[in-house]
């Protein structure tokens, strides 16, 4: 009987494995899918990646719910870049490489947190007439994401996406000579039709400037969580 218990035992602890790698993958496709909606600015698609009340942390605003998600991908982004309609846009380059994930699947695996590196390149080709105002002709965008996602309904989403910017750098210049075009938030929703409903207690500086991004796994070696996080 104890041979019993102990190959059920066995058995369900391989059953959890087998599913946190199942979530696992599921979770990097779901992110990595998101980059690709985003390359080619397909932003409803984006938008029913998010819980419903998921969030998004952009430029040091917090957009919550799809209200908020919305406001931020259709809205501003779709708008601004494509006129508001549904891309690929002729002459339009926003390609988002994402990379170097690490997912963390709760031991209910009901919750995950994922860090992924974004390497972004973007512009428009001198042949197209509808230039978006302020955005360089050819530029570089580096940054980190670390996300927390749910299930919901049986299907993982992204509770909260967080992207902390690291740097831009228009092509010409190079990152040596060039400041973010991006900048914080300053002011929230409806005054700024286009804003956050909520804004970080502090604003993060953009490149030049260089701040911490806090892991949210242990170190791999040493078991210690880093950051104080």
Same mark, same amino acid.
């Given at each position: ?25 599921a979770i990097r496709k779901l992110h990595y ?35 908020? +998600? $919305?406001?931020?991908? %259709? @809205?501003?982004?779709?708008? &601004? ?5 549904? #891309? ?16 963390? +699947? $709760?031991?209910?695996? %009901? @919750?995950?947190?994922?860090? &992924? ?5 973007? #512009?428009?080709?001198?042949t197209r007439e509808y230039k978006p105002e ?7 965008? $580096? ?87």
């Amino acid at each position: 009987m104890s041979e019993l218990n102990e190959m059920k035992s066995e058995l369900a602890e391989l059953k959890s494995r087998v599913g946190k790698i199942e979530d696992l993958h599921a979770i990097r496709k779901l992110h990595y899918a998101y980059g690709y909606y985003i390359d080619f600015c397909q932003y409803d698609e984006v938008v029913q990646l998010f819980a419903k009340d998921g969030e998004v942390i952009f430029l040091s605003g917090i957009y919550k719910g799809h209200e908020g +998600v $919305a406001r931020l991908y %259709k @809205t501003w982004f779709q708008n &601004f870049f494509t006129k508001g309609k549904p #891309g690929p846009e002729y002459g339009f380059l926003l390609d988002h490489f994402q990379m170097q994930d690490i997912i963390t +699947v $709760a031991d209910d695996r %009901k @919750t995950a947190k994922g860090r &992924f590196r974004a390497i972004l390149m973007g #512009g428009n080709h001198e042949t197209r007439e509808y230039k978006p105002e302020g955005l360089p002709e050819q530029f570089y965008e $580096a940054g980190i994401y670390e996300n927390d996602y749910v299930q919901e309904d049986g299907v993982w989403k992204i509770k909260r996406l967080d992207y902390m910017v690291q740097w831009q750098a228009e092509y010409e210049k190079g990152w040596a000579h060039t400041e973010a075009h991006l900048q914080p938030a300053v002011e929230t929703y409806p005054k700024n039709p286009l804003g956050p409903d909520e804004l970080l207690p502090k604003a993060r500086q953009t490149w030049p400037h260089r701040h911490d991004v806090p892991y949210h796994y242990a170190h791999p070696v040493m078991g210690a969580k880093l950051n104080g996080k």
